[in-house]
């Protein structure tokens, strides 16, 4: 755990060199392995794994909002007690950052274009969360666990069924994210007004449907 003191700008840099190394590098990852990698390449139809990219393409996407929602609030929360836990969660998001990123390549496609785009605005979301305070910060992340384990659980019905390395990685990904869940509210996350948890559907849903495409 980092015990560190960091003045604003040392912050400030080093939230650049994330964002930098998030959107277009590799972030550190944890020491586990890439789920698909025990999993045999099926001969996917062409079809197939032009959604199965798509598919993926879009959980990438997500993976890097995480990471910039993680880091926003890193900027504005305390988070005394918990940040160990968070810290790991977050390098936990480095490694479905990394494994998505595998998947959409050995289909054969891009990441997302928009990634720059989606880290600023979820850079932003975070840091509002953290500045209202640990409580709704902590329950904001729970509420996003949750959000992306539903979202988990549609992508894992529309994925072609022979392709059983995407599908091991949206499987480890969902155990993780609800392990996530818990850890924020058990480190005394609120449960958020309903409003905010529409306006956050809302606000995904903008970012999977077009990120899908582009
Ligand atoms: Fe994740
Ligand atoms: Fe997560």
């Not at 997500?62 to 993680?70: D, K, M, S, T």
């Not at 390098?91 to 595998?102: F, I, V």
Request: hydrophobic share 40%; net charge negative; with cysteine.
């Amino acid at each position: 755990m980092n015990t560190r003191t960091y003045s604003l700008l040392d912050s400030v840099l080093l939230n650049v060199d994330h964002g930098i190394r998030t959107v277009f590098g590799k972030p550190p990852t944890t020491e586990r392995d890439n789920p698909a990698a025990s999993c045999d390449e099926t001969g996917l139809a062409e079809q197939d794994k032009r959604i199965a990219a798509r598919l993926m393409r879009v959980n990438h996407a997500g993976e890097v909002a995480a990471q910039a929602l993680y880091e926003g609030q890193a900027l504005t929360a305390r988070l005394p007690d918990v940040r160990g836990k968070m810290e790991r969660a977050a390098l936990e998001e480095n490694d479905h950052l990394d494994w998505c990123a595998q998947r959409v390549q050995e289909l054969g496609q891009h990441t997302s274009l928009l990634n720059p785009l989606w880290y600023t605005g979820s850079l932003a979301i975070g840091a509002i969360a953290g500045i209202a305070g640990d409580k709704w910060s902590l329950g904001f992340v729970a509420e996003t666990e949750h959000q992306v384990v539903q979202h988990l659980e549609e992508h894992l019905q529309r994925l072609p069924a022979q392709d059983s390395k995407s599908r091991a990685i949206l499987q480890q990904m969902k155990e993780d994210e609800a392990h996530h869940a818990t850890t924020a509210l058990e480190a005394g996350g609120a449960e958020l007004p309903k409003p905010v948890k529409k306006l956050m559907a809302l606000t995904s849903k903008v970012m999977t449907r077009t990120a899908y495409w582009i």
